[in-house]
């Protein structure tokens, strides 16, 4: 290939991954850059507003019986501002930062599934709006971002400030999943060819965790705010006592979701950490693979923690005991990072500028927020320190400490990548310096308040305790904290336009995204990497990218095509393997999020009709962004026939048998040798993105039902007759016919390319199911207001009827798209996952429904 070749190929690809100019291009942009970008100053709009949330309440708490803010005020404010921090900053922050980050530091040019990326982000963004246009009625939730029942029942907050909250925050938490699966299909299949799972940077590594947990975590709170609305708008009452249910199953349900929730926030603030540190100290973290055993462990033991949010609710020793331990035992993992962190900045050969000083705020502040977290974990100590001063202490040690610290390090360490200019390190300093000493002025007072009995979530105090020394430093150090804030965003803002040029690496970093201009291009990467090294940067021909290796691999793909084509790869060892065509500019996201929407909005002002037209528009909607021609979607090609040098078999030219190498060399070598091998050959093999996508989708699917699952076996366990002596045992007979024509349909289909004639069957006896399922349960005669338990049975019912159906849909979707390309293997594969998975969990809650309250 000649040079003018080459420029010609690139210019080609810089077109081709184009969004499109102005209005239109903000609203039907996909591309991760644009949407990780938009999350990210979407996140940091709520946090200044949940920030002068805070500040309002600390104004109230300067002085003894103060008059700043009425009691009803004091709680709206202290739960906006839960809910803004915890909801609409945190998670989404670390979000944009994962969508913007992690496809360059794996080598890719987008995210696997961009449509659903865009729409995770109109979701996030209206359900924002929703939550906080309550200030605008009026009607603003007051129950805390806890939202414990019977506070929040009809009978305790009639107005529709619940409402507000449980409807905007599932919608949150649905664009939190998105995402979620987003990145982690993201991670295991689009690595650049040679990203072992050993070599895969720490910040993606927590990325990909971060997903993990929230595929298993996110779903418990929308079955427990499915729940309390269902509660609301119809009088099931799940967690009313009088009627068979249990406030506590809130709590249980809630803090299943909540405790993980923490940590989702924390794991990936340390993988921001991590790349700090080491670009920073200008050396790789030390214990690599302890680093990440940490990361998978702490993981997996918060979800056996939520107990300890509950030690006060009157529950047997042993279970104290139990959770108490397990709660110990996180401190293992966490320290073992802190003294990764510590080991390497000890040895390398630290650039003191502004992110490193952030990550020793971490450092210090985490630390101690980690020792009161030992503190309140310890069940006794808890039930002196619960729903005081020193918890709210704890958890803005850990919160602010180990999440906003380490989130500001990587702002001001990314910043040049996204914008290509360099933020001022002396602002930058200055900012931190107000940020920790704010901080620490602000929040370390609350532990001794704590101790001394002063309880949070109480809007003021009398006079002659001795607490308004204390009161008023804590508010003054949260003014200068927010001072800190503002001046560190003000030097971003300012940078944006003014800041002095970067260059593509301006802290000499060892990690992918350095390799690209700053700001990246359209298309990322001019020639995909491939990587032989943890450090591929650093490692520069020995190990990894190089300018040698850039020649070699040539450009992905058929640039003149106009097609927006990534490589896939290997789950474990990242070898080429198929190469996809991802989506361009559409409105299709936009639109079904605002439908969607629209129908949340019904429900809350009990608009029921405009409640269903949104469903029934949103899913009309659904169905063209599934059938919409993916290919079209980017610029057509000029020349389809592809009759241009083909620049894949320009690949791996560079092949040198006679170049010996030996040791270490090797890896890099070979991996750059197999990949040229397999994008000269390169069948296609593996699943498709789109399937990998339901695979992981199914996988919060499945949490859903196990959460629901939950709560009827909790509901059970409760009881003292079940089912209640007025819910009459239901008749078999239907409900066995539906499952003979269910499991019928479920074989039908389970060849693997199966004939389109048993897939029509299948529909028809699924259908079928369905019906005779919808006749059964109206024949049942359960009311959902009757009791705790006929309630629960409906909500199993028709959790198990809208698997079904959406199954039907799919399945005609998709044996249409097939008849229209039947080259294309993916809608079989779309819809033989989707309907495994749905089939399976439709049975299980059969069983729940039928056989659980005959055995149980
Ligand atoms: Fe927490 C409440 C226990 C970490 C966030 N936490 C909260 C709430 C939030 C929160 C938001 O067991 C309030 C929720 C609400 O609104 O009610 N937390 C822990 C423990 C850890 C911990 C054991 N929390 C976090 C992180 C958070 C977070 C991280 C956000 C990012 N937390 C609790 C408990 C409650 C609680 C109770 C309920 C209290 C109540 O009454 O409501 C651990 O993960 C901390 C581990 C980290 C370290 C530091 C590094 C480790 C080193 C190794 C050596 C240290 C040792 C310990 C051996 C420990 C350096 C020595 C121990 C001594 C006592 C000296
Ligand atoms: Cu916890």
């Not at 002095?500 to 970093?509: I, M, Q």
């Not at 198929?578 to 409105?587: F, N, R």
């Not at 039907?808 to 993916?826: C, G, I, Y």
Request: aromatic content about 12%.
């Amino acid at each position: 290939m000649t040079d003018r070749d080459t420029d010609a190929a690139f210019a080609e690809l810089e077109r081709t991954w184009a969004s499109r100019p102005g209005l239109i291009g903000f609203l039907t942009a996909v591309n991760h850059k644009q949407i990780g970008l938009r999350f990210i100053w979407t996140a940091v709009v709520f946090l200044l507003i949940g920030g002068v949330e805070a500040l309002l309440i600390r104004l109230q708490l300067a002085t003894s019986d103060g008059t700043v803010l009425g009691p009803e005020a004091y709680n709206q404010l202290f739960t906006m501002h839960g809910t803004t921090m915890m909801f609409l900053f945190g998670i989404p922050i670390l979000e944009g930062l994962a969508m913007y980050f992690v496809p360059l530091q794996i080598g890719t040019r987008d995210l696997p599934l961009p449509r659903l990326n865009a729409f995770g982000y109109w979701v996030y963004l209206f359900g924002g709006i929703l939550l906080h246009w309550s200030f605008l009625t009026g009607d603003v939730p007051d129950g805390g971002w806890f939202a414990y029942p019977p506070l929040t029942s009809t009978e305790f907050s009639p107005g529709a400030g619940i409402d507000f909250w449980l409807l905007g925050v599932t919608f949150v938490e649905i664009s939190g999943i998105i995402g979620a699966v987003e990145i982690v299909v993201l991670i295991m299949r689009f690595r650049a060819p040679g990203m072992t799972l050993s070599r895969i940077p720490l910040f993606s590594w927590s990325a990909l965790i971060m997903s993990g947990m929230m595929l298993f975590a996110f779903p418990f709170v929308v079955a427990a705010s499915v729940l309390l609305e269902v509660e609301r708008k119809f009088g099931a009452p799940f967690y009313d006592p009088s009627l068979g249910g249990d406030p506590l199953l809130w709590q249980h349900l809630f803090w299943i979701f909540g405790h993980p929730e923490v940590y989702i926030l924390l794991l990936p603030a340390t993988g921001i950490v991590s790349a700090v540190v080491a670009a920073h100290v200008r050396r790789p973290v030390v214990a690599y693979p302890l680093v990440v055993a940490s990361l998978v462990a702490i993981a997996i033991a918060s979800f056996g923690l939520w107990v300890h949010h509950m030690f006060t609710v009157g529950l047997p020793v042993l279970v104290l005991s139990l959770f108490a331990v397990a709660s110990y035992f996180i401190a293992v993992p966490s320290g073992i990072q802190v003294f990764a962190w510590i080991a390497t900045i000890w040895e390398g050969r630290p650039r003191w500028g502004t992110p490193l000083w952030f990550v020793i705020g971490f450092l210090v502040i985490f630390v101690l927020g980690g020792i009161t977290g030992v503190m309140v974990a310890t069940a006794p100590f808890d039930h002196q320190a619960h729903d005081t001063f020193f918890v709210v202490a704890h958890f803005h040690y850990v919160l602010i400490g180990g999440v906003v610290f380490p989130v500001f390090a990587g702002l001001h360490h990314w910043f040049p990548k996204m914008t290509g200019r360099l933020p001022s390190e002396s602002i930058g300093k200055t900012a931190f310096w107000l940020m920790f000493v704010g901080f620490n002025v602000a929040f370390f007072p609350q532990h001794w308040l704590g101790l001394q009995g002063m309880v949070r979530r109480t809007y003021t105090y009398p006079a002659g305790l001795g607490w308004e020394a204390a009161n008023m430093a804590s508010t003054v150090g949260s003014f200068v904290l927010a001072a800190g804030v503002l001046l560190f965003l003000a030097n971003l803002a300012h940078a944006w336009r003014r800041g002095r040029e970067s260059g593509p690496d301006p802290w000499g970093a060892d990690t992918l995204e350095w390799a690209a201009q700053s700001p990246p291009n359209n298309h990322n990467f001019d020639s995909l990497p491939v990587v032989g090294s943890l450090s591929p940067l650093w490692d520069r021909g020995a190990h990894g990218y190089d300018d040698e290796t850039l020649e070699s691999i040539g450009v992905l793909g058929r640039p003149w095509l106009g097609r927006r084509e990534v490589l896939r790869t290997t789950v474990v060892a990242a070898d080429p393997e198929a190469i996809v065509v991802l989506p361009g500019p559409t409105y299709w996201p936009f639109v079904t999020a605002a439908a969607l929407t629209s129908s949340l909005v019904g429900v809350l002002v009990d608009a029921w009709a405009l409640a269903g037209l949104g469903a029934v528009v949103a899913v009309a909607f659904l169905i063209g962004w599934a059938t919409e021609d993916r290919v079209r979607l980017t610029r057509q090609s000029s020349d389809p026939s592809g009759t241009s040098p083909d620049f894949l078999a320009a690949v791996g030219t560079d092949e040198d048998p006679g170049h010996e190498v030996s040791g270490s060399d090797q890896a890099p070598a070979l991996a750059r040798r197999r990949a040229a091998e397999h994008f000269k050959a390169l069948t296609p093999r593996g699943h498709s993105a789109s399937w990998w996508g339901v695979m992981v989708g199914l996988t919060a699917l499945a949490t859903i039902v196990a959460a629901l699952v939950y709560a009827y076996f909790y509901l059970r366990l409760g009881a003292d007759s079940w089912p209640p002596s007025r819910s009459s045992e239901r008749p078999l007979g239907i409900p066995l016919a539906a499952l003979a024509l269910v499991v019928v349909a479920g074989v039908l289909s389970m060849p693997r390319a199966g004939s389109g004639l048993a897939r029509w069957l299948a529909m028809g006896l699924a259908a079928g199911g369905l019906t005779l399922q919808v006749v059964a349960v109206v024949g049942s005669g359960y009311r959902i207001d009757a009791n705790a338990y006929e309630a629960i049975v409906i909500v199993l019912e028709v959790m198990a009827a809208s698997l079904l159906a959406v199954a039907l849909l799919v399945r005609a979707t998709m044996l249409v798209e097939a008849m229209r390309s039947p080259t294309d293997p993916e809608p079989v594969e779309v819809d033989i996952a989707y309907w495994r998975g749905a089939l399976v969990l439709w049975a299980v809650l059969w069983a729940v429904v039928h056989v659980a309250p005959r055995v149980v």
